[in-house]
């Protein structure tokens, strides 16, 4: 009886639960399917509610508002990153009793769209109803033309007075009036009292709120705002600029050339509309060139008022009276303009030749029109983008007052560490804090007619840290054309040698080589009272020279040139570079196939940066190390190289082409591991960097990997179009072996398509490209031999493709590289199992995978499981196989292999 009652119990619970839950589906079904009808029911309750409390029609005024209130402009559409401003405005306004609001910032920040974001919001619409009004002042510079307007709006005829006006207002139920730019009629000293009187007595008007918008960051005086004051409007941040962009643009949110784009706008929003409306016909990367020449002009939709156009926006606010008390201001403002990075105001008074006693009140006037602002956690005087631009442009700082600022950072300049340890971590931050202000004003300096050899001598000093911008690329040529017009050939060849690794793949190799070569000639017989700094330059160059020998693939003379640097350097005792020269040279040793010569130059820079304490050699060593492990296939070490490095150039240097390469490098070695979507990251990452710091020949490269990683994706269209786009960058200037590899990219692409006639010609032709680079038997030989081999097969010639993996496996055993010489050998494997000898491919992949199971190539691994499973036998070790494969293939992103391992598996 018992348990029959429990059997009842327990089927009632159960044919609860079932009731509960279809009625939980139920009610959630006609939620979801009458949620739109239960908003609009609530509007127009509201709506009614507004009736109902606000008095009837019954006079033609009141007609009048509904009318007027029903032509409001609309709410913005595209509107990002502005909610909590917005929602503060809202809160203050909807609030009980009388509020007035206003909005205040730079030109072309968003005033307006705030404000009508505000005037339109559902709060503000219940709670004023059809009693919301917007009046534009553009058109309204003074107090009489104010006074006008509000008569028409009032519908008063003739001239109306400011009784009337207030007569006709009062009495009204609860009002809310915008008016936008208003400092139209307030911004004219003359007028300003007369204005603020107006707006006082509308303010006095019961139940009448205001909230209006102001170029500047100060307020109407005479009316008691709402606390807390809404602060200035600040630029967007990134996220919002680039919802702004994309939503106007329909660009894609992912494209490298965007963030650049923006940081140039400083998420200026109408600057970043207008750029926008741009991109709907060209794309962000010609967009950003352009920049670079035209500036703000380019930013315009043909129309001459403030709303189509950067520069009559940033014109109005030049123009404003409240500049004009200060005749100092336009000199900072020309000077704050000149320096991206800001500047602290004792900093600004030595640069600033006029007395002292006058700053603060040119600073205030600046503030007050918004176009300087104080930087939010490290007090600096900023200007924005747009509006430092303009002022470049129309408005330049004349040579006095240039000379100033020349002298305050040629001297900040000899604070560098010529050492190399930074030891001083204050002075490398204030350094740091200051880099592109450095470079700007190093540019500008050079640029003239007569530059100063200090400014080149400065632009020297920099060292390394030049790396961190994108003034490089104007600024060595500049200096290198300076020397020459000042007769100083050591000079000159000092920053040829400073500005390799800038031109390195933009110009041929033989215009670097011949171009140095050249300088060394100069120096022959020149005399110099500096005669370590001539060794120096000598030492750079053989450098260089060793450099265009090994990228040539001609080792010996790079090794011969490395030796003679070295020897200079340890002469000299300049220990940094001496183990940067070390460095170099275990990249040649490395490129010659010579292992073991690689390690030993590595481990005796690492000593000398160890001992001495230098950082950026720490790095530079540990990137090199990554790549020698990553070409070893010693992965889990590559990546804690790489990892070290990336943080240490951080730390010293910051964003810098360095660091970009590190980046690259991790993303590279994550591919290798099979970590496809971090490595796909990464590689965006060192994109994104390389395009602002304008490395062109860095991103096509990154293109070239994000190809080869997309075909390990299954994406091979996306690849292949990477890969083609890298290629045309290749072709001018011409790089044969950057050419190759590309066209070896595209072959694999058309391998794993199946189009194994297709690839074994692009193979073919990356390999006569290798070739006439100097790379006859290098390790990119022995990578297209291994593909050809592949390809081969495909096409049924056991015997080519034997020939080719055998050959390649003798190329990488010389090269000590272990995972494509587990690949020839997995290669190997897959001829004999197509000759039906299944014995001596078992043995090949039993092989493969003993020599890579601690590499950690997750995808190698499972493709090598996978074979073995083929050849396994028994039905066991064979399911085992397959299992591990599956594994491994899930671990390595491999959708394709996993699913060809459970359809295996299915089958057994």
């Known amino acids: 009886m018992e348990e029959e009652v429990e059997k009842c119990v327990s089927s009632f619970l159960i044919e609860t639960q079932f009731a509960n839950m279809s009625l939980s589906f139920s009610l959630h079904h006609k939620i979801t399917r009458f949620q739109d009808e239960f908003e609009d029911a609530i509007s127009k309750v509201c709506e009614e509610q507004v009736k109902l409390t606000s008095p009837q029609l019954e006079s033609e005024d009141d007609q009048l508002g509904a009318f007027l209130s029903s032509l409001l402009p609309p709410c913005p559409q595209v509107f990002f990153g502005r909610s909590s401003v917005v929602e503060t405005a809202v809160q203050q306004l909807s609030t009980f009793g009388q509020s007035h609001v206003a909005i205040l910032g730079a030109p072309g920040i968003g005033k307006t769209a705030v404000a009508l974001a505000t005037l339109h919001h559902p709060t503000v619409a219940i709670a004023f109803g059809r009693n919301r009004h917007f009046i534009s002042c553009d058109a309204l510079p003074t107090a009489e033309s104010f006074l006008t307007a509000l008569g028409r709006y009032c519908s008063i005829e003739g001239k109306a007075t400011k009784a009337q006006i207030i007569a006709r207002l009062h009495g009204r139920s609860r009002s809310l009036f915008v008016f936008d730019n208003f400092e139209t009629p307030w911004e004219h000293v003359s007028e300003r009292a007369q204005v603020e009187?107006?707006?006082?007595?509308?303010?006095?008007?019961?139940?009448?709120?205001?909230?209006?918008?102001?170029?500047?960051?100060?307020?109407?005086?005479?009316?008691?705002?709402?606390?807390?004051?809404?602060?200035?409007?600040?630029?967007?941040?990134?996220?919002?600029?680039?919802q702004i962009f994309v939503a106007v643009s329909d660009v894609a949110d992912n494209d490298i050339y965007l963030p650049k784009l923006l940081e140039e706008l400083d998420n200026v929003p109408l600057a970043v509309i207008m750029m926008a409306n741009l991109s709907q016909h060209t794309s962000c990367e010609a967009l950003l060139a352009r920049w670079h020449q035209d500036k703000t002009k380019m930013l315009t939709r043909g129309f001459n008022d403030r709303l189509s156009s950067v520069d009559i926006s940033i014109q109005v606010s030049l123009s404003s009276q409240r500049l004009q008390g200060s005749p100092l201001a336009m000199k900072v403002l020309q000077i704050v303009s000149l320096l991206p990075d800001g500047v602290f105001q004792p900093d600004l008074q030595a640069m600033v030749s006029d007395d002292p006693a006058q700053l603060p009140a040119a600073i205030s006037a600046l503030r007050q029109v918004a176009l300087l602002y104080v930087e939010h956690g490290s007090d600096r005087l900023r200007s924005l983008s747009p509006i430092r631009e303009y002022v470049k442009r129309h408005n330049p700082i004349d040579s006095a007052d240039l000379s100033r600022i020349q002298s305050y950072f040629f001297k900040l300049t000899e604070s560098m560490d010529a050492t190399g340890t930074f030891r001083d971590k204050e002075k490398l931050e204030h350094i740091r804090s200051q880099l592109v202000n450095v470079f700007t004003v190093l540019l500008r300096t050079l640029e003239t007619e007569?530059?100063?050899?200090?400014?080149?001598?400065?632009?020297?000093?920099?060292?390394?840290?030049?790396?961190?911008?994108?003034?490089?690329?104007?600024?060595?040529?500049?200096?290198?054309s300076a020397a020459q017009r000042l007769g100083q050939p050591r000079l000159e060849l000092a920053c040829r040698n400073f500005g390799y690794t800038a031109v390195v793949g933009v110009q041929s190799v033989a215009r670097s080589r011949a171009d140095i070569q050249a300088g060394l000639a100069a120096l022959e017989g020149l005399q110099d009272d500096d005669d370590v700094a001539m060794d120096m330059t000598e030492a750079a160059s053989f450098r260089i020279l060793a450099d265009c020998a090994r990228l040539e693939a001609n080792f010996e003379n790079a090794i011969a040139y490395s030796n003679q640097a070295i020897q200079i350097y340890s002469k000299h005792n300049n220990v940094q570079r001496q183990a940067e020269a070390l460095k170099h040279l275990s990249w040649i040793f490395d490129g010659a196939c010579r292992p073991k010569d690689a390690r030993v130059a590595i481990q005796q820079a690492s000593s000398l940066a160890e001992a001495h304490d230098l950082p950026i050699i720490k790095a530079e060593i540990w990137r090199t190390e990554a790549y020698l492990y990553l070409d070893q296939g010693l992965l889990p070490l590559a990546e804690a190289a790489c990892r070290k490095a990336q943080e240490m150039h951080h730390q010293i240097i910051g964003d810098s082409r360095r660091y970009a390469s590190s980046v690259c490098v991790l993303a590279e070695v994550l591919q290798a591991q099979g970590r496809l979507s971090e490595a796909q990251l990464t590689y965006e990452k060192a994109a994104k960097l390389s395009v602002k710091l304008r490395n062109p020949n860095y991103v096509a490269t990154i293109s070239r990997m994000m190809g080869w990683l997309a075909l390990e994706q299954g994406d091979y269209e996306t690849g292949k179009a990477r890969l083609h786009v890298a290629l045309r960058h290749y072709s001018e200037p011409r790089s044969a072996i950057h050419q190759g590899l590309c066209i070896f990219?595209?072959?694999?692409?058309?391998?794993?398509?199946?189009?194994?006639?297709?690839?074994?010609a692009h193979l073919r032709k990356a390999r006569d490209l290798y070739h006439e680079d100097g790379r006859r038997g290098s390790i990119f030989d022995a990578s297209a031999l291994r593909l050809m081999g592949k390809a081969a097969l495909g096409m049924r010639d056991a015997d080519a493709a034997l020939t080719c993996y055998a050959v390649a496996i003798a190329l990488c055993r010389n090269a000590s590289k272990r995972l494509i010489t587990s690949e020839c050998l997995h290669g190997l494997g897959d001829v004999y199992l197509f000759n039906g000898d299944r014995d001596s491919a078992r043995a090949c992949y039993t092989a493969t995978l003993a020599s890579i199971k601690y590499?950690?190539?997750?995808?190698?691994?499972?493709?090598?499981?996978?074979?073995?499973?083929?050849?396994?036998?028994?039905?066991?070790?064979?399911?085992?196989?397959?299992?591990?494969a599956c594994n491994w293939f899930r671990r390595a992103e491999d959708s394709v292999g996993e699913a060809s391992c459970v359809a295996k598996l299915a089958d057994l």
């Not at 590499?855 to 196989?881: M, Q």
């Open 197 to 242: 009187e107006l707006l006082s007595s509308l303010a006095d008007i019961h139940n009448l709120h205001i909230l209006l918008t102001l170029r500047g960051a100060e307020r109407p005086a005479g009316i008691t705002w709402k606390r807390p004051f809404l602060p200035p409007l600040s630029p967007l941040d990134h996220d919002a600029a680039k």
């Open 450 to 480: 007569t530059p100063p050899v200090e400014a080149i001598e400065a632009t020297l000093r920099m060292g390394d840290f030049i790396e961190a911008t994108a003034l490089s690329v104007q600024l060595l040529p500049l200096a290198i």
């Open 745 to 760: 990219r595209i072959g694999d692409a058309e391998i794993r398509q199946g189009n194994y006639t297709t690839a074994w």
């Open 855 to 884: 590499l950690g190539a997750r995808k190698n691994i499972a493709e090598c499981l996978l074979r073995l499973a083929d050849v396994a036998e028994t039905l066991e070790e064979c399911r085992s196989f397959l299992e591990r």
